[in-house]
């Protein structure tokens, strides 16, 4: 990026830990383990994802511009997740209305949810409504799939991404 720090002193809450942890807070496999496969009735029954299951997710993810995660920044909260039959819409709130990291933000939340649900779930990344002053351009970016393919073809994005996918507070924190 640029050098340029858009919020220079953000607010930091504290994390609200269900006591549920998920699989990948436990650092098991999102898939479906080799040793555990249980048998299916039918072949059209599918196991249901809440919205906590989605926040659960989301919830470490590294903001770009600081040592803290987005749930600790208030970027992303369970309330701001909503579920659909096979469709999840994720709002976050940048920190400041000017955010220049919003993409690179929306980026990680849905590559987060790419690499972790089954293809069967679109998803939706919205900026929350009000909260940044190009909050369409971003929207657009975000869920335009060919706009999306476009970054994650660029080595030195996906760079900075992957360090933002890392659970922060994990052994290569930044």
Request: charged residues 30%.
């Amino acid at each position: 990026m640029n050098g340029e720090i858009f919020n220079a002193n953000p607010t930091v809450y504290a994390s609200k830990r269900s006591a549920r942890k998920s699989k990948f807070e436990a650092g098991q496999s999102l898939w479906i383990d080799e040793q555990y496969q249980p048998e299916l009735s039918s072949e059209s029954e599918v196991e249901p994802i809440d919205e906590d299951e989605i926040f659960d997710l989301i919830r470490s993810i590294a903001d770009p511009e600081h040592p803290n995660s987005l749930e600790e920044l208030r970027v992303v909260s369970a309330e701001q997740i909503e579920m659909g039959d096979n469709h999840i819409m994720v709002e976050f709130t940048p920190t400041v209305p000017h955010c220049g990291m919003s993409t690179l933000i929306g980026l990680s939340i849905r590559v987060r949810l790419m690499r972790s649900l089954p293809q069967r779930f679109k998803v939706d990344i919205r900026v929350k409504p009000g909260s940044h002053q190009s909050e369409l351009a971003v929207n657009k970016q975000l869920n335009d799939k060919e706009r999306v393919a476009a970054a994650l073809e660029n080595s030195a994005l996906v760079e900075t991404l992957e360090k933002c996918l890392e659970p922060v507070g994990g052994p290569h924190s930044r």
